[in-house]
């Protein structure tokens, strides 16, 4: 069997996560390490979203993205408050320490995907970027298919 695409994304993931690391390192920027770093690009791209939706864009588990958020409530770079049409979600919102970090979180990004895509042409590296949005897509019905099948087989109580 062959598991090349499954582990040469695997490989890229913690290679990218290591570099992004050292990236954080080399400019100073204690207030976040990666995994944190990934959250913020997410509320960056759109802040104050409930939980639920946190954690499907980040692909975390809910109660993964839960201990991380209490870190970074912490270290001032998130707030949560109840959603004021049904105080039973949770909506997570950004702080302006949070927000004064983006352009240095975005100066790394491009640093990262420079050396992630150096040597490709400008075509390859869309070409590539739209597979892997494809490939993501596939996945999220795939997951879905699961999801429902497996809902569908849980004996009724």
């Avoid at 990666?34 to 975390?60: F, H, K």
């Avoid at 240095?104 to 869309?126: I, V």
Wanted: aromatic share 6%; hydrophobic share 35%.
């Amino acid at each position: 069997m062959d598991y090349g695409t499954a582990l040469s994304l695997l490989r890229i993931k913690q290679l990218q996560t290591r570099v992004f690391e050292r990236l954080l390192q080399d400019s100073g920027v204690e207030a976040f390490n990666g995994p944190r770093g990934w959250i913020l690009c997410a509320l960056w791209a759109e802040d104050d979203v409930p939980i639920a939706e946190l954690s499907r864009r980040t692909g975390l588990a809910r109660n993964t993205l839960t201990v991380m958020l209490t870190g970074m409530e912490e270290a001032g770079l998130v707030t949560r408050t109840a959603d004021e049409t049904d105080r039973r979600h949770v909506r997570i919102r950004l702080t302006e320490k949070a927000h004064a970090l983006e352009a240095d979180c975005e100066r790394m990004a491009k640093e990262l995907d420079a050396s992630t895509f150096s040597g490709f042409t400008e075509e390859e590296r869309c070409a590539f970027q739209d597979m892997l949005s494809r490939m993501a897509s596939n996945l999220d019905e795939a997951e879905r298919r699961l999801k429902k099948k497996r809902s569908g087989t849980r004996p009724s109580r």
